[in-house]
């Protein structure tokens, strides 16, 4: 009986549907950060390679000689980063920006 | 048969695999297609104290990423997510167990055993599921965190008393105490709005 209680009231509980983008951001720069403990990040260019968008800034990088420049997180700079961490549903827009994507846009 | 398998989620493979190689943006896409599955489940589960939901999905994708050369695309990968995410949150429930354990045990007999709550026929349903939510929402965390996990996870009071350093017989009588917990609040709410 408590049991079947307890489940009902679980499952009517009203979750969000989303998370919000700041966690998404938050758990971005994060994983990022650990990512660049263990080592050199992926080249810009192998990831386009792989089927992933790039930004307008990761494009610039991305045409860059050096694979020690293409292989450093441009996002460790830009305003787009401190902005989706912080506000919720940052107003960026830029394609392929991987902050933009976690904010919903009306 | 061939005696071998395929893995069957390929796409979730080949993501894991690109994240494995540090790829940051296949970790962007990893959180963008199912963060919000991940933060629904432990939101679910640790109601009412959903303040702590947004540390604990940190903490299963940090844990995601630290294992993810052992995923092996038999699971699809929010399968496997979720089954992490299942893992802390039974860390949540121990740690909240093992503080409060000694503050809710009394000498007292519980009131009502689990066969004597018999609530059905008195309720319409949907009323007491709403109130039922109320009820686990007005419960101590201890409590609302024992009941969940026992009857939720269906996890055995043998295995609750190992994981919570105490003995099955305690773990017995902390969740005696909790269903009459529940019972009481249950009536009180009851008495309040009529």
Known sequence: ?106 | MTGYSVPVHASDLQLAASICQRDRKAIARLIELHADSVHRYVWRRLTPKTDLADDIVQDVFVAAWRGMKTYSGDASLQTWLLSIARHKVEDYYRQTLKAPLESLETDQQPLFTADSVDLDAALDRSRQIGRAAKTLAHLPPGYAAILRWRYWDGQSTRDMATATGRTEKAVERLLARARDCFKTTWMKQEEEST
């Not at chain 1, 403990?37 to 000689?65: K, M, N």
């Not at chain 1, 050096?66 to 960026?92: G, T, W």
């Open chain 1, 1 to 106: 009986m408590i049991d079947e209680i307890i489940r009902e009231a679980e499952l009517s509980s009203e979750a969000p549907k989303r998370a919000s983008s700041r966690l998404k951001s938050r758990i971005l720069s994060t994983l990022v950060s650990l990512q660049q403990a263990e080592g050199s990040l992926r080249i810009l260019s192998e990831s386009r390679d792989h089927g992933e968008q790039l930004c307008v800034f990761e494009h610039a990088v991305a045409i860059l000689p050096s694979e020690e420049l293409q292989s450093r997180n441009p996002c460790a700079v830009c305003h787009a980063r401190l902005l989706a961490e912080h506000v919720e549903n940052a107003p960026i827009y830029w394609p392929g920006c991987p902050y933009a994507r976690f904010c919903e846009h009306p």
